[in-house]
């Protein structure tokens, strides 16, 4: 499939497109290394988000207990700055035989979702390190910037709306790193442009899987709240941002 028909849901579902100004400051030279080493630790967080969300909802603690031993090694190397990424391709032995809690609301489906997900996501992350290495770019601690937490201070404090915002919040980051992978392919070297689209071929589908759960976990419309943090999103990628990072506003 063109990847330009993958990018049409995602197009549509976004409020707005990712700033010229913001294609052409990712696409400097002397800027390759905060969006190499920033998209590395967005795709940890995602796996992250993810295993926190089935840890919450889903499992017991046993359950809980074997996921965090599973994702430690993946955040050692990032936190700790210890282990051999080399090693990691090894261990992302992740299965779907995770057991939901017996009195869980959410249960399987929101297992196997997430589960697929994390192993895509920490896939990709092995990979920006493989590019990383390529490139001579050497991983060094960075401060987040305010995407995530803007979207996240919104999200309502009692449940299933926590959840249900949670997941939404989950939708925009997915589809907004899909666009800019999109955005910064055209733009960069034959390796890393056929990497940002074999990216966007594999997770053009999670925020549409984000969305999916949140209005089976709902029993409620959600559209008004997706609309809410679609708006959120827009001003924070449409803004000017003094902080330049993959997921940044208009650079200043």
């Known amino acids: 499939m063109p990847y330009s028909q993958l990018l049409q849901p ?16 990712a696409v400097k030279k002397e800027n390759l290394a905060v969006i190499l080493i920033d998209h590395l630790i967005c795709e940890l967080k995602a796996a992250q988000s993810a295993m926190f969300l089935i840890r ?11 996921l965090l031993e599973w994702l430690k090694p ?14 990691l391709a090894a261990k992302n032995k992740l299965t779907k035989a995770v057991i939901p809690k017996s ?7 929101l297992v ?9 996501e920490l896939h990709h992350f092995y990979q920006v390190l493989e590019i990383m290495d390529e490139y001579g770019v050497e991983y060094q601690n960075i401060t987040p910037c305010r995407y995530a937490k803007g979207m996240l201070r919104h999200v ?4 299933p709306d926590a959840l249900v915002d949670k997941l939404i919040v989950g939708a925009y980051i997915e589809a907004r790193s899909c666009e800019r992978f999109a955005k910064l392919a055209p733009h960069v070297d034959k ?12 997770e053009a589908r999670h925020f549409q899987d984000y969305l999916t759960l949140a209005q089976e976990i709902a029993g409620f419309d959600i559209s008004e709240r997706v609309t809410f943090f679609g708006d959120i999103e ?8 003094t902080d330049f990072k993959f997921h940044s506003g208009v650079p200043v």
Do not use: H
């Not at 995602?10 to 400051?25: G, K, R, S, V, Y």
């Not at 993946?74 to 090693?87: M, P, S, V």
């Not at 196997?112 to 895509?120: A, F, S």
């Open 10 to 25: 995602i197009n549509e579902f976004l409020i707005c497109e990712t700033p010229q100004a913001w294609i052409e400051e």
């Open 56 to 66: 919450k909802y889903a499992v017991d603690k046993d359950s809980s207990d074997a």
């Open 74 to 87: 993946f955040e050692t190397l990032i936190y700790k700055r210890e282990g051999n990424w080399r090693d």
């Open 103 to 109: 009195d869980s609301a959410y249960g399987q489906d």
């Open 112 to 120: 196997d979702k997430m589960v697929m997900l994390i192993k895509e």
């Open 156 to 159: 309502k404090t009692f449940e």
């Open 191 to 202: 390796r890393l442009g056929d990497f940002y689209i074999s990216l966007l071929r594999s």
């Open 234 to 241: 827009a001003e924070l990628i449409a803004t000017p941002d």
